[in-house]
């Protein structure tokens, strides 16, 4: 029997079960993920969370084992501890992370209608990704026009129609773009790339590395030393307005700020952001002026604000494209993303997909989701964001379901002190990952392949029936079942469940969504396992409206490229216009970006992620020559260092590195087993990563970038333990 199935990475089919379970792409996919080859090994791998277990309360949080228990002990723990922190707001469940693909089944959805229902919870907004996008653009372009900019930018056979020539800071990065939230069935992203460039685009990709370029474009790689990018910008700005090729009358009627920028910009030389960046002054020079010549996209990669000051290249890249005057005409202007999501410039569908409904959360607390070391750590304090000062709420009790904060978060030692604070951690996971191991209590949870759901993402082409291949594995349950059984303990499953079934929800949530689109019942759905989504668009042209005349929704109707909101919070790590902030110096820069090998933590064991590594560590790439001063071969395992924590990697030599760049990604499952040779003997850069937020403005990750030294390891290699499950341990 063959099952349809999706996630995050795309839709597939499944057959046979256990052991010999077999993923195959969904057949109408012309361009399937490599991410696919990690579902089989990871199905019945040892690392599953087989039963619920308590933690055995001995050393503390993250170096204890844990005892097995049944269901019933575990849930009345779980209850227990929850009717024990009256005060609501001590309950944090913000649970950030990425789950599963599956709209009823979404972990954090059904996280946050238990908790809403019973009471609330101090959650967390905004997001890891996109931390300082989300509370930026809405002052540069209200807050409509930032949706535009973060959802629905011009789409991708727009530019290949349109666009000369595309300037990339960050790149545009295949590997990236097969992932979406939520999943999709046609991957056609790189069809589109090489369609583009049959017509005749080139991308000029400023990067510190080479791949950031898709190999189906052409154009060159300029490399860019990490950081610098507002620098490359301004003086981009600055050749325009010397040339005369400044729109000014663009500036004039569509911004506000301009004359204040061109005064800023005067000093802002080539030379000047040459020494800056490392990049030739020529090369800026020649860059503006092809510019200038044809049509023209300026975009910024979403890793660009993942790092200090974040909010700066934002706001400088849309200085840049409002001083060519493109913004708003078909592939010119602004973009954000592209290449970091496949759903970027991938189309729209003009109607809401089902989702499993959410109920208004009573308690008014919240973090930045990258302030959770802080929340925990810092109770009563205060802290600023996007303009106001609030307080850390006292936490008693921390819930997560579907993220892995010792994946996701910087300077995990840090984090390790901060989750030994509260009284209780509860975790829901399929997979006895690093925060399964800092929990008190962790219940098993089933994968997709084991439930029905539905699943697509945004301006997806089809919604498939995600039909459940085999059964649990050991003693797994669904969030949803778990949810209920809490809720019933508690008082109030009636409210939680509707009094549905995961099957009768799923029939609920299709049959209320499908009829003014005129699409099939429910049991016809399912039999067929997939069904295209009618109306699909892909002509958007961002901002088009408001060339046309339509005013934003900033103070001042236009384009802030001088935001008087911003300059009166006073912040100096934010003023109120594009700064630029010189990173600080560093013997090398680790590029800590997005795992090309899975997504994030998931499925690490799988086959793809462990094909890729070097003697079981993370691979690191770093530069023949900075390989070469310091004693450094491929295929040697090294110790990454810095003052806030150590980690181990196998490396490989790569002149797609620039020059004191070293690229780890993230996701190598965080391993403190041997703490006296490394925070992680594994590869997970964020046991060296700042816990610092981007500005007093977002308050964003910044886990994009770590500034640290590389050194040959020539000790004994301890042993990766990640994956071994804690229950025998002494
Ligand atoms: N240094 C550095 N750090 C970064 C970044 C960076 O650029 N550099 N990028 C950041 C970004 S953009 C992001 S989005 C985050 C990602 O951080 P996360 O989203 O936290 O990472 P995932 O590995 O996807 O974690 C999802 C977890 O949910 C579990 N899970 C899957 N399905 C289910 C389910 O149905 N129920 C339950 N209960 N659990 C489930 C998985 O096993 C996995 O452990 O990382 C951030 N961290
Ligand atoms: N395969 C796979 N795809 C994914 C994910 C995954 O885990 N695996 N995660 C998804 C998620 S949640 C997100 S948010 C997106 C993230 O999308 P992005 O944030 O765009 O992706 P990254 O891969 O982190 O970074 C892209 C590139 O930016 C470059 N870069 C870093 N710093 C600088 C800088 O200062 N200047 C310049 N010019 N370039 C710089 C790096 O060379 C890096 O390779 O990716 C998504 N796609
Ligand atoms: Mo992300």
Redesign the pocket.
């Known amino acids: 029997m063959t099952a349809t199935s999706s996630s ?1 990475w795309g839709a597939f089919r499944v057959g046979g079960s256990g052991p010999a379970l077999r993923v195959t792409p969904r057949p109408g996919d012309p361009d399937p993920s490599p991410l696919l080859g990690n579902i089989a090994a990871a199905h019945r791998h040892r690392s599953r969370v087989a039963r619920p277990a308590l933690r055995r309360h001995r050393a503390g949080r993250g170096y204890d084992s844990f005892e097995e228990v049944t269901w019933d002990t575990a849930l009345d723990v779980v209850a227990e501890a929850l009717a024990g922190v009256p005060d609501r707001s001590a309950i944090f469940g913000g649970s ?5 693909a ?1 709209r009823f ?3 954090q959805s ?2 946050h209608r238990f908790l809403a229902l019973g009471g609330g919870f101090t959650g967390s907004r905004n ?4 931390g300082a996008s989300l509370v930026a653009f809405p002052h540069l372009v209200g807050p409509r026009g930032a949706h535009d900019v973060i959802r629905a930018g011009t789409d991708w056979p727009v530019i290949a129609a349109h666009t000369d020539l595309v300037v990339a800071f960050g790149g545009i990065r295949t590997a990236n773009a097969y992932v979406t939230p939520g999943g999709r069935a046609t991957h056609d992203f790189r069809g589109h790339l090489r369609a583009a460039t049959a017509r005749g685009l080139r991308v000029a990709s400023l990067s510190p590395l080479r791949d950031d370029l898709s190999p189906e474009l052409r154009g060159e790689w300029l490399p860019i030393r990490p950081g610098t990018d507002v620098a490359v910008m301004l003086a981009l700005i600055h050749v325009l307005a010397a040339e005369g090729l400044a729109d000014l009358d663009f500036l004039r009627r569509h911004t506000v700020g301009a004359d204040r920028l061109l005064a800023d910009v005067k000093e802002k030389t080539p030379a000047w952001a040459s020494a800056e960046s490392g990049l030739p002054a020529e090369s800026i020079v020649d860059l503006a002026r092809r510019m200038a010549a044809g049509r023209t996209l300026v975009t910024v990669s ?2 660009l604000q ?1 790092a200090p000051y974040g909010e700066q290249p934002l706001w400088a890249g849309l200085a840049l494209a409002a001083a060519l005057g493109q913004i708003g005409l078909p592939g010119g202007g602004f973009g954000h993303g592209y290449g970091s999501m496949g759903d970027v410039g991938g189309g729209r569908i003009p109607y809401r997909l089902p989702t499993f409904p959410q109920v208004p959360n009573p308690v008014r607390d919240f973090i930045p989701c990258a302030l959770v070391a802080d929340l925990l750590l810092r109770p009563g304090e205060q802290f600023d964001y996007d303009g106001r000062r609030r307080t850390f709420p006292p936490v008693e009790l921390v819930y ?6 010792f ?4 300077d995990l030692g840090r984090l390790r002190r901060a989750f030994a604070r509260p009284r209780t951690v509860v ?5 006895w ?1 690093a ?2 191991r800092h929990a008190d209590v962790v ?1 098993p ?4 392949l084991e439930r029905d759901d539905l699943g697509a993402g945004r301006g997806d082409t089809h919604l498939i029936a995600m039909q459940a291949a085999d059964r649990p594995y050991a003693e797994a349950r ?2 949803y079942a778990i949810f209920a059984d809490l809720a019933d303990r508690l008082g109030y499953r009636p409210a939680f469940t509707e009094g549905r079934t995961t099957r009768e929800w799923l029939r609920h949530l299709y049959e209320g969504w499908r009829e003014p689109h005129g699409l099939p019942g429910f049991d016809e759905f399912w039999a067929l396992g997939e069904l295209e989504l009618p109306g699909r668009r892909e002509d958007t042209v961002l901002f088009a409206g408001f060339r046309a005349g339509r005013p934003l929704d900033t103070p001042s109707g236009r384009i802030e490229l001088y935001s008087g909101t911003v300059a009166a919070f006073g912040y100096d790590d934010c003023p109120g216009a594009p700064t630029y902030f010189r990173p600080e110096p560093a013997p090398i820069v680790l590029i ?3 795992p090309p090998t ?6 690490d064991m799988g086959a793809v992620s462990r094909d890729s590594k070097v003697h079981g560590r993370e691979p690191l790439r770093m530069n023949p020559a900075d390989a070469a001063a310091r004693g450094i071969r491929a295929g040697d395992i090294v110790r990454v260092h810095n003052e806030t924590g150590s980690l181990l990697a196998g490396v490989v030599l790569s002149g797609d590195c620039m020059p004191g760049v070293a690229q780890l990604s ?2 190598a499952w965080f391993d403190p087993s041997a703490p006296d040779v490394a925070t992680c003997v594994h590869g997970n ?2 046991a060296l ?1 700042a816990d610092a937020g981007t500005s007093r403005l977002s308050q964003g ?1 910044t ?2 970038q ?1 500034r640290v030294e590389i050194s040959l390891f020539t000790g004994p290699l301890p042993p990766v333990l990640a994956y071994v499950p804690p229950l025998e341990f002494p």
């Open positions: 995050h950030y992370g990425w789950a599963s599956g089944h979404h972990a059904q996280l997001s890891y990704s996109l979403w890793s993942r997560w379901a579907g993220g892995n904060p994946h996701h978060h910087q975790v829901h996971e399929p997979y990952t925060t399964a219940l949870v089933t994968t997709p669904d969030d800590c970006n997005q899975r997504l994030h933590s998931q499925l993230t996701g850069p964020n990563t990750c886990g994009q770590a």
